[in-house]
């Protein structure tokens, strides 16, 4: 099997039962977004209190999700499961209105969390990544689903250091709760933690599978792994980045060499390049372009070009009916796509210009490249023209306009008029303004620019495969 990405609602693809069979995974890890500070980058404020300048862009909802599927599944639930969807409406009637303040959407968690199971080998596990709020909620949700006898776990992660909040206390740690399909689970308990509660009892040897008893009020503390700070070094700017020493300890855990890891909320795809790293095949999902993006990047930055060869990329655009259909769904999704086939850095507040891009001139000098993207059949001459006085006032050199429709013969002769831009260093002149349908960039035809390189943060090389982890007890 080949690694794979998939673009787009998890539900919708894990619902897909040619793209996932039953007893497909070994591993899952899942991070869903919550409506929490951490998910929107609390920890990417800096002292100023203010967001991150360089904060990439978060998704738009707490929750993404595609309606119709998801009421399809919840009505089915309701016929198939009735238990799990009792489950899920009784913080309602527990709280009456109160049920707003819930801090995870139940009902898309569990049916996420039933298709999850379903792709879970017999031996696989479940490791599910959440704030200590919704722990509570979710623990109710994955008892019902797996088992409450298949609770392995209740790892603790000490995210960010002491803070007082007199209301509230220390918010500081999430919870990764693990659980198996069953007691035939591979699970390597000891790489875990620092602090650790493992006990011999914890795990018994029984006809060559290891059995586990319930202990949460034991959890593994893991507090030698810092949350992704401003300074660090693998930090990319997507606002909910996990550390990839975590994902790599929960990896090693829970899995072997060969075996397939499955993050259904791949975000900027911190577990799939700890999986690569530790030799495990991996799938992952993402709804969000930006997502897609920075992982395809990721991988190659930190594996080298060939790695496009060992996975496929699915639910991407791949000729113009599909880019349009993905424009109608979603222009900032249909943006970000455009931008990710010219290799360009979206741009948060775009003030008309949706990504850039850098090169190389003579004595150190680095050029600036603007990218506009048009998806509208609204296609006029006067665009050139703006596009001119945007170019002037970034200072940058070159500017590039990606249309989805035909622009017209108008604009064509218009960017022609537009000037040129002398380089030194490549020693020839490129047109000022330059238009390519996304027709053009799906066929081959790119633009006549100088080499450019990508602005968006270079995840390191990954050298060789490191040390295993040495048991800590
Ligand atoms: C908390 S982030 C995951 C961060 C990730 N662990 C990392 O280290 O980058 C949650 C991710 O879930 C994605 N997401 C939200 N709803 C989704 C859905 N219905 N299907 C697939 N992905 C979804 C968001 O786009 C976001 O990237």
Redesign the pocket.
């Known amino acids: 099997m080949k690694n794979k990405l998939y673009y787009?609602?998890?539900?919708i693809w894990l619902r897909d039962q040619d793209h996932f069979p039953g007893e497909l995974v070994d591993l899952i890890y899942l991070?869903?977004?919550f409506n929490s500070d951490a998910?929107y980058g609390a920890n990417s404020k800096g002292n100023s209190g203010k967001k991150s300048q360089t904060q990439l862009l978060a998704?738009d909802d707490i929750?993404?999700?595609d309606k119709e599927v998801s009421a399809l599944a919840l009505n089915e639930m309701g016929s198939n499961v009735p238990d799990i969807a009792q489950l899920i409406k009784l913080p309602d009637k527990k709280k009456g209105k109160a049920s707003k303040n819930i801090p995870v959407n139940l009902e898309l968690m569990a049916t996420r969390l039933l298709e999850l199971h379903r792709v879970l080998k017999p031996t696989g596990s479940i490791c599910l990544h959440c704030n200590y709020e919704a722990v509570y909620y979710l623990k109710e949700i994955l008892d019902a689903i797996f088992g409450k006898e298949n609770l392995r776990n209740a790892i603790v992660w000490k995210r960010a250091a002491a803070r007082s909040d007199a209301k509230k206390g220390d918010n500081v740690h999430d919870v990764i709760l693990c659980y198996s399909k069953s007691s035939q689970c591979n699970w390597n308990p000891q790489y875990l933690g620092r602090i650790q509660s493992y006990k011999a009892s914890f795990c018994n040897k029984d006809a060559g599978n290891k059995h586990w008893t319930d202990d949460i009020a034991n959890p593994d503390m893991i507090i030698d792994i810092s949350p992704i700070s401003l300074k660090a070094a693998e930090r990319l700017g997507?606002h909910?980045?996990?550390p990839i020493a975590l994902l790599e300890r929960i990896i090693k855990a829970g899995s072997n060499e060969g075996d397939i890891i499955l993050?259904?909320?791949?975000?900027?795809?911190?577990?799939i390049v700890a999986a690569q790293k530790l030799k495990r095949r991996w799938i992952g999902?993402?709804?969000?372009q930006l997502?897609i993006y920075l992982t395809e990047q990721r991988l190659k930055d930190s594996y080298g070009k060939s790695i496009k060869d060992s996975y496929e990329l699915l639910g991407n655009p791949c000729d113009v009916a599909s880019a349009k259909a993905l424009w109608s769904k979603n222009e900032r999704e249909f943006e970000l796509w455009a931008l990710s086939l010219v290799g360009a850095k979206p741009r948060i507040r775009n003030g008309g210009i949706e990504g850039i891009l850098g090169f190389a001139e003579i004595g150190n000098k680095k050029g600036t490249i603007v990218v506009q993207i048009k998806g509208s059949t609204y296609l006029v001459r006067g665009m050139i023209d703006d596009m001119v006085g945007l170019i002037e006032k970034e200072g940058a050199a070159i500017g590039l306009l990606i249309t989805l429709h035909k622009p017209t013969l108008g604009m064509i002769t218009d960017t022609v008029h537009a000037g040129s831009y002398q380089s030194e260093l490549w020693n020839r002149n490129y047109l000022k303004i330059q238009l390519r349908t996304v027709n053009d960039l799906l066929e081959g035809k790119s633009f006549d620019i100088p080499q450019t390189y990508s602005l968006l943060k270079k995840s390191e090389r990954v050298k060789s495969q490191e040390a295993d982890l040495k048991p800590l007890l």
């Open positions: 787009g609602d998890n539900l991070d869903p977004p998910d998704f929750w993404n999700w997507y909910t980045q996990k993050d259904p909320f791949c975000g900027c795809g911190t577990s999902i993402d709804i969000t997502a």
